[in-house]
């Protein structure tokens, strides 16, 4: 049985309609699972405006928030897609795929 | 108004009050704990569970309203407290944390019998009330579930508390059950489908099997006579705090 002293912090994601992504929505205080899930409904469906509800306990999460992985401090632009056309190669690379299948 | 015989109207109309008012109160005397729960999160869910509860009690008020011709609020705000026909378990206040959920357990379990049992009443539009509200009970029952397993397999403290507030409930929960007049028109044409003792039957092999182990052996108690008209200086205080808005602005609207 859990510790009612312990509490943890939980965070929630909520579904507005069925296919809509699960979005981060803010967190509650639960000292287990089961109660995290029916504070999170209070929290976050009271008025009926989740379709579905995911609790995830914070020590569950792996983080990343290192600014040397994230963002480092060399000029970044050359990873962004926008300089690179490459309209013209994959047309080329579908050509030769569709010449390889008829050759079959 | 109602095409019902006026001996089953009158039957009718006793079964809506006493659940009316059983959901009305229970819903007051869990809102007292708005601002004091154990913690915040709790202290919404409570809070949610008991306004739940209150308009639980406005649906089967007003569902009264037209089978009387009368007006909802009247009824729900306008009588003195002796005239209110909840159940002696409802007559306590919160007390402790332990002591509320021990009521809350006895009462949504209780309660959960007899709408299983109205959802299949011949009167329709009863049976579709309580096919609605045991949507939202279902909620209620998981949430007081969880508490009385925390509580139960948790720290001495908490489990002695609850231990003592099931066994002092205990015959006042009986009363979910009291007998009703005109019960037996009720039953007979279907419109409560199971008499009262037969509904208690179904609870306590419900409830038994998980609350011994908890309490230790429960009783038989017959239900109370005047399980419904009992009450105490604690509903007096009660009623005066629900009534109190009611009362300042008699005929206001809001």
Redesign the interface.
């Known amino acids: ?4 002293q312990a ?1 943890r912090v939980w965070e929630v994601f909520r579904q507005e309609a069925e296919g809509d992504p699960m979005i981060h929505s803010g967190n ?4 287990d699972e ?2 995290a899930l ?2 999170a ?3 976050y469906s ?1 008025r009926g405006e989740s379709q579905r509800l995911w609790v995830v306990a914070r020590d569950a999460i792996a983080e990343l928030d290192d600014p040397d992985l994230l963002r480092p401090p060399f000029d970044r632009s050359h990873k962004r897609p926008g300089g690179y056309i490459i309209k013209h190669k994959l047309e080329a690379a579908k050509q030769r795929a569709s010449r390889a299948d008829a050759t079959e | 108004m109602s095409d019902l015989q006026p001996a089953l109207a009158q039957a009718l109309a006793e079964l809506l009050l006493a659940t009316a008012d059983d959901e009305f109160v229970i819903g007051f005397w869990d809102s007292e704990w708005t601002g004091i729960a154990p913690m915040i999160e709790e202290d919404v869910a409570t809070s949610s569970i008991a306004q739940d509860e209150i308009g639980h009690a406005r649906a089967l008020y007003e569902m009264l309203a037209t089978l009387t011709d009368a007006d909802a609020d009247a009824i729900a705000f306008g009588r003195e407290s002796d005239a209110y026909r909840h159940a002696s378990l409802l007559n306590h206040p919160c007390r402790d944390w332990a002591f509320s959920v021990a009521r809350r357990y006895l009462y949504e379990t209780a309660d959960a019998v007899r709408l299983a049992a109205l959802a299949g009443s011949a009167h329709e539009p009863l049976a579709q009330l309580a096919a609605k509200m045991r949507r939202e009970e279902t909620y209620h029952l998981l949430h007081v579930d969880a508490w009385l397993r925390r509580l139960a397999e948790g720290a001495p403290d908490g489990r002695q508390r609850l231990a003592a507030a099931l066994s002092e409930l205990w015959p006042d929960a009986q009363d979910v059950f009291a007998p009703l007049a005109g019960e037996a028109a009720l039953v007979a044409e279907r419109v409560l489908p199971e008499s009262m003792p037969a509904l208690r039957a179904a609870w306590l092999s419900r409830v038994r099997p998980i609350l011994e182990p908890i309490a230790g052996a429960l009783p038989d108690v017959a239900p109370s006579p005047n399980g419904r008209t009992r009450r105490t200086e604690d509903f007096a205080w009660l009623h005066g705090e629900f009534t109190l808005v009611a009362r300042s602005q008699a005929g206001a609207t809001w």
Do not use: C, G, Q, W
């Open positions: 049985m859990s510790d009612l509490e509650v205080n639960a000292p089961e109660l029916h504070y409904r209070e929290f009271r």
